[in-house]
């Protein structure tokens, strides 16, 4: 490796290492309480060599939410186009699940921690279900309304999206902020969450004809 690539895999180094600490930061103490004092301190850097990869808090802020949002975006895409809606809801419940759960520190900044309005929608392209989560679910609960099969009272995709993305929520940020109190006794998140999911869409499903 060259000095040149050398000096570039440093700097991504210390980029991956400010946001990290950055993230556990404004999740901790929130947005407004965090400095950018605070994190260079944290990182033993000085504000001064902060700035010199991000320019303000917003920006830092932004780029973690493009990083996460982004991620969550992959994990949808990963499910591929399943030809059902009703079956790719619950793929999407499952995904959505899963990604709590192998990044909660990054699921509590996305969904659980307080920002600056509009900070985040600028991070990513709205509506693109390649960059954007919530398009994803909201095209599947488009198609499930176009598909017939729903309660006729259920015919805004948008409502629907809410409702199921609220649901799974509960569950994994319950988990996420009380899972280690052994007052209740918890059930495994995954099988609580499909479960729920599946109560749900079968909730939302037109009566079988006799």
């Not at 509590?108 to 390649?130: A, E, H, V, Y």
Request: charged content about 30%; proline content about 4%; hydrophobic content about 40%.
């Amino acid at each position: 490796m060259g000095s040149k690539e050398r000096r570039q895999r440093e700097r991504e180094d210390t980029r991956r290492m400010i946001l990290d600490a950055a993230r556990k930061m404004f999740v901790r103490q929130g947005y407004e309480a965090t400095t950018m004092r605070a994190i260079a301190q944290e990182v033993e850097y000085t504000p001064t060599a902060l700035y010199h990869h991000f320019p303000s808090k917003d920006a830092l802020f932004a780029e973690l939410c493009a990083i996460d949002f982004g991620d969550l975006a992959r994990a949808f895409l990963k499910i591929g186009r399943v030809a059902d809606p009703i079956e790719r809801l619950k793929r999407i419940g499952e995904a959505y699940v899963e990604f709590a759960r192998a990044h909660p520190m990054q699921y509590q900044l996305m969904f659980m921690t307080p920002s600056p309005g509009g900070l985040k929608k600028r991070t990513i392209t709205r509506g693109d279900p390649s960059e954007d989560a919530y398009a994803f679910l909201r095209q599947a609960c488009s198609d499930a309304v176009a598909s017939g099969r729903l309660r006729e009272e259920l015919n805004d995709p948008d409502m629907l999206a809410q409702m199921v993305w609220s649901t799974q929520h509960g569950i994994v940020s319950l988990q996420i902020v009380k899972g280690d109190d052994d007052w209740i006794d918890w059930r495994d998140v995954r099988e609580t969450a499909r479960l729920n999911c599946e109560a749900m869409i079968r909730g939302v499903l037109k009566e079988p004809t006799r």
